[in-house]
């Protein structure tokens, strides 16, 4: 595909439960970007990857979020022990190269519901 | 910090009449400035974007906006709205050549009456 997919398009959970949320960037695109929208709330940043950088964690609001990405290609955002306050639409992004001269590409988010 | 405000969570308008939504930012530096699209179960999409040339870009769709500087502002218009307008429209601000990610706004949803 073209563009960048997520997977699931949904996912209801049990609270306590963990979740993973997979982003398959663009082709090519060594930048991969996860922000979190919560329902009246703009995007929230939580992690940014660049190549093979240290990912840019400083938006990930507990020690129960963690993300991964193997070189420039999939990345995925775990939930451990979700929360109620964790139901949002995860969106990721991607850009061919870092900085603000490269737009970014976002897929169609992960709702994620924690009951 | 820099930051974004858009001032209405929902602007509701005519089908042909004017589109405006307001964006503020705050910066110390100067910015890039950004608006985005988000159709209903869809990602966002760049409309257009502020780099620090002409003050006045043209974006997809028929959109436009102007960046301000005296107002810090870089509020979207559009002469004669559309239906398929409808959307949510997020402004977001970058204020560094680096790799920081864009800070958003809280999203204005533009609802469109026939």
């Known amino acids: 595909g073209a563009g960048v997919s997520q997977s699931p398009s949904n996912k209801v959970t049990e609270k306590g439960k963990d979740v993973e949320l997979r982003c398959d960037p663009i082709?090519?695109?060594?930048?991969l970007y996860w922000y979190r929208q919560r329902l009246g709330q703009g995007l929230e940043f939580l992690i940014y990857?660049?190549?093979?950088?240290?990912?840019?964690k400083s938006g990930l609001p507990s020690d129960r979020f963690s993300a991964e990405r193997t070189g420039e290609s999939v990345s995925t955002l775990t939930i451990q022990r979700t929360q109620q306050e964790d139901s949002a639409v995860y969106l990721c992004?991607?850009?061919?190269?870092?900085?603000?001269?490269?737009?970014?590409?976002f897929g169609n988010g992960t709702r994620l519901t924690v009951t | 910090a820099q930051s974004v405000t858009q001032l209405g969570s929902h602007v509701s308008v005519s089908e042909g009449a004017l589109v405006l939504l307001r964006c503020n930012y705050s910066s110390s530096v100067p910015p890039y400035l950004f608006w985005y699209v988000q159709y209903p179960n869809q990602g966002l999409q760049l409309l257009l974007k502020y780099t620090s040339a002409a003050t006045l870009v043209k974006g997809i769709n028929g959109f436009e906006a102007e960046f301000k500087k005296s107002e810090t502002s870089f509020h979207l218009t559009k002469p004669s709205a559309h239906m398929s307008d409808a959307a949510e429209y997020f402004c977001?601000?970058?204020?560094?050549?680096?790799?920081?990610?864009?800070?958003f706004g809280k999203g204005t949803r533009l609802s469109v009456i026939a």
């Open positions: 977001a601000v970058s204020v560094s050549s680096g790799n920081t990610p864009l800070v």
């Open positions: 990857f660049q190549g093979n950088s240290a990912p840019d």
């Open positions: 992004a991607s850009s061919w190269a870092p900085g603000r001269n490269s737009p970014l590409h």
């Open positions: 082709s090519g695109h060594t930048a």
